[in-house]
């Protein structure tokens, strides 16, 4: 609550601080360290094309990290965000490969459902064999990995493409483009639709309280009348969902088609961007973009500075772990209470 | 020498201020305390009032605003629990928060172990340590047995022996004996008094004017954070004390006034599993407008007997029937929707969620009928919320604030303004008012007796006798998890007979 009142605050401090700590890095590690620092920082906002690829690169991390709020407010921890992605956005591509009447709807319908079934699938194991989601999800989700890449190797394989992908999608059901030459697509309405939506649904209407209350504490729920496992069941689904449709999306508006490994861990990131966001649907959007940002300026940074891609990798790295830092939140709640206080 | 030491008192704080900003809330306006050596001072006051405020600033678990702590005559600055216990001042915690699968031993010496070798622990070493302070003090407990197979009075003796360990002089209790029955206060007086032979300091928190002038040399009462009485030579009377620490008090008693023929609620042969034993079989029925007692100690059954008629914990076998309704196989929601209302005895872990905001709080068992459509109405809520908390006078600064910023005694009335606002035909109520203050107490004893007016019944388990006595129409008393005596309420019923009859069907030998 009082980190939530602080939320912008709070953001803007840790990421001044991050990014002091960055900077000291590219110092040590650089031969030209103002060039690195300018590509790293400035890069992904000194033209259309960057700026563009960096929106469009938020889109996925926003669908996972509002699939991550959504678990994680209920209480259950879904940590199979990646698998759900992947497997979902390999059905969704398949039907819109092969189905001759397709459309756009059709295929993030698929990939919906497809997320959806397997994280109800780990509600359910907690439900009926008292499996702990935090273990199911992440291990489905990993075998799943493999499976897809099975798929995309062999039998959904595109003969002619060199590397493991399927074919290309119909022109007519991608996604408009609207920042031409970069990837930015007309799917991130959707996504900032998908934002208000859930914001919508977790504050104001009744399925929201459910989750809040079971999520807050499982006991009073279920004293209060809740249908906890109900509650559950629903927020996984939803989660999974929700990281089926980032997946699909991506491939509709990018790449279109599903290629092996197209999700460099949206799923993972999506956790960490619901973690930054403090659980808060609306803040998913600059905690997603921070981090799309942090990743266009590692690529930029490696192709036209001296810092090799490990180095930014370690970079971005160091900035993320300072944000997420719980710890440094609290210190300064706590510093300002003692000035309000005295 | 000697005597110096007697007369000058041995802690002192003076004009103790302390405000909560986030909860707008000014806890001490000016608190005043001075504690002998050796003798067992009792802080009184009504929830609220800032007691447990007072001594977590001197634990050095909060921080003043401003004020000045003196101990033997010397100004001193407590910043954090370490410098509290450098000058002997522990507080012993009233959860009880052992680790369970540690054995009373390893619980005492968690927080100081001495090493063997510089890395591993030294048990011999640890229990010799140990049973030196038990026989200072004259407490004793089987440092071999795990603390989950020890009862509450022992888990107590744990945590007092843990602060001594430490080597604590000053011992603080936070409402000792809320969760204790008659029996274990009575032991639990007995362990103070053998701690003050042992020259140790006790301050004991508590809004219980009978407990304070049962075991305290000394008392001092708080009013809305500022010290109104601190006791001098001739010791005050009950009903001064009270008159003291509230105003105005009146006693609330349910007259006899015969109640409906039709059965609210029929029990017949309920067989179900605790963590301790099997209950039952058990079978009793409430009539329309009465109130049922149910007392028992820990051991006996009885809360989670109260647990399974509300629906928290599954039955094996037997049929309850409630206005004619089957529901033994029926859920809490269920079990709401006819008409169910439960206080558990658990208030903060099951019946609130600290963290949400205090509006959310009280409608968990009305939020459906406060939305549209799946939409909540946020404008009725607040509304509802308000009218709650004026009829209860919740102290709040707005119903959104997050419950965990309310006072103990706020957060209890959170959950019994839902539970009896609710207009529930049957309330099932466990420790409905330990922990409050007696006019509180009688607050809320005027709201039951007003359900049962309005043709409720009530099913109160209790570990307070008095209550039990007051507003009680029949009791019940379980041991061992069977029902084993029943009363009707007359005049002749007393206190004592009531605690015979639970020991004559327990062992003695777990008490003591």
């Not at chain 2, 629990?81 to 000058?87: C, E, G, P, S």
Request: glycine residues 8%.
């Amino acid at each position: 609550m009082r980190v939530e009142q602080n939320w912008l605050r709070v953001f803007l401090f840790t990421t001044i601080v991050a990014f002091v700590c960055g900077s000291v890095i590219i110092v040590f590690t650089s031969k030209n360290p103002s060039l690195a620092m300018r590509w790293f920082y400035l890069g992904p906002l000194s033209n259309g094309y960057f700026f563009g690829n960096m929106l469009s690169g938020s889109i996925p991390l926003i669908f996972t990290g509002l699939a991550a709020v959504i678990a994680f407010c209920a209480g259950t921890f879904n940590l199979g965000l990646e698998g759900q992605l992947y497997f979902g956005t390999l059905w969704g591509t398949f039907v819109a490969i092969n189905l001759t009447d397709t459309s756009t709807l059709l295929a993030m319908l698929i990939a919906f459902s497809v997320g959806a079934l397997i994280g109800a699938l780990c509600g359910l194991l907690k439900i009926v064999l008292k499996v702990d989601e935090l273990l199911s999800s992440f291990l489905i989700s990993l075998a799943l990995i493999h499976i897809t890449d099975y798929f995309l190797n062999n039998p959904l394989r595109d003969p002619l493409a060199g590397l493991s992908a399927t074919k290309y999608v119909k022109e007519s059901i991608m996604f408009s483009k609207i920042l031409p030459p970069s990837n930015l697509h007309s799917g991130i309405f959707i996504a900032v639709t998908a934002v208000f939506l859930t914001y919508l649904l977790m504050n104001f209407t009744t399925f929201g309280y459910q989750i809040k209350v079971t999520g807050s504490n499982y006991e009073f729920a279920r004293y209060g009348g809740i249908k906890v496992y109900r509650v559950w069941l629903s927020a996984l689904f939803l989660s999974g969902g929700m990281a089926g449709l980032g997946g699909m999306i991506d491939v509709l508006g990018v790449h279109g088609r599903m290629i092996r490994g197209f999700s460099f861990g949206y799923g993972f990131n999506g956790i960490a961007v619901a973690l930054i966001a403090r659980n808060n649907p609306i803040f998913v959007i600059p905690a997603a973009l921070l981090f799309s940002y942090l990743e266009m300026g590692t690529q930029i940074s490696s192709i036209m500075a001296d810092i090799t891609p490990e180095i930014s990798k370690i970079l971005q790295a160091t900035i993320f772990y300072l944000i997420t830092a719980e710890r440094l939140v609290q210190f300064i709640v706590r510093k300002k209470e003692k000035i309000h206080g005295s | 020498m000697f005597l110096v030491s007697e007369m000058s008192p041995h802690i002192e704080m003076r004009e103790i201020y302390k405000t909560f900003p986030i909860s707008h809330t000014i806890a001490l306006k000016g608190a005043n305390l001075c504690v002998e050596r050796g003798t067992i001072h009792a802080l009184l006051g009504e929830n609220g009032a800032g007691k447990t405020t007072l001594m977590k600033i001197l634990c050095g678990l909060e921080r003043m605003d401003s004020g000045k702590i003196f101990l033997k005559a010397k100004q001193v600055s407590i910043r954090n629990h370490r410098d509290a216990l450098k000058y002997g001042i522990a507080m012993v915690h009233q959860n009880l928060n052992l680790i369970e699968d540690f054995t009373a031993l390893e619980n005492i010496i968690l927080q100081k172990m001495p090493p063997k070798y510089l890395l591993f622990f030294d048990s011999t070493k640890a229990k010799q340590m140990i049973n030196n302070v038990m026989e200072q003090n004259g407490i004793f407990v089987d440092l071999q047995k795990k603390a989950a197979d020890l009862p509450v009075a022992e888990r107590q003796k744990v945590e007092i022996l843990r602060v001594l360990y430490l080597g604590a002089e000053i011992l603080i209790f936070d409402e000792p004996t809320s969760y204790l029955n008659e029996l274990e206060s009575e032991q639990f007086f007995k362990v103070m008094k053998k701690l003050k032979e042992s020259g140790k300091t006790i301050i004991f928190i508590t809004h219980n004017a009978q407990d304070a002038l049962a075991v305290s040399d000394k008392i001092t009462i708080l009013r809305n954070g500022v010290t109104v009485y601190s006791s001098k030579g001739s010791r005050p009377s009950l009903s001064e004390l009270t008159l003291m620490m509230a105003g105005e008090t009146e006693i609330v008693r349910k007259q006899f006034t015969g109640y409906g023929s039709k059965k609210v609620l029929q029990v017949e042969n309920l067989v179900f599993k605790s963590e301790r034993q099997i209950v039952g079989p058990i079978s009793f029925e409430i009539k329309e407008g009465e109130i049922l007692g149910l007392i028992g100690f820990n051991s006996s059954g009885a809360v989670e007997l109260t647990e399974a008629i509300a629906g928290m914990r599954k039955t094996l076998n037997g049929k309850i029937t409630f206005h004619g309704k089957d529901i033994t196989e029926k859920d809490m929601a269920e079990r709401r929707k006819l008409g169910v209302g439960y206080i558990p005895q658990k208030k903060t872990q099951v019946g609130l969620s600290t963290k949400l905001p205090v509006a959310e709080n009280l409608i968990i068992n009305k939020y459906k009928e406060l939305s549209c459509l799946g939409w909540l109405k946020y404008k009725e809520i607040g509304e509802w919320s308000n009218k709650l908390i004026e009829e209860f006078e919740i102290k709040v600064f707005s119903p959104w604030q997050p419950v965990e910023t309310l006072s103990g005694g706020n957060m209890q009335r959170v959950v019994i303004a839902r539970e009896v606002r609710s207009m529930p035909r049957l309330l099932i109520a466990c420790d409905p008012t330990s922990g409050l203050d007696l006019r509180s107490v009688n607050f809320v004893h005027k709201k039951f007796l007003k359900l049962c007016e309005e043709g409720s019944s009530i099913l109160m388990y209790s570990s307070d006798l008095d209550e039990i006595l007051k507003i009680c129409d029949r009791i019940l008393i379980m041991s061992k998890g069977k029902l084993v005596a029943q009363y009707e309420k007359d005049p002749s019923l007393t206190k004592n007979k009531l605690i015979e009859a639970i020991l004559s069907n327990e062992s003695r030998a777990e008490l003591a």
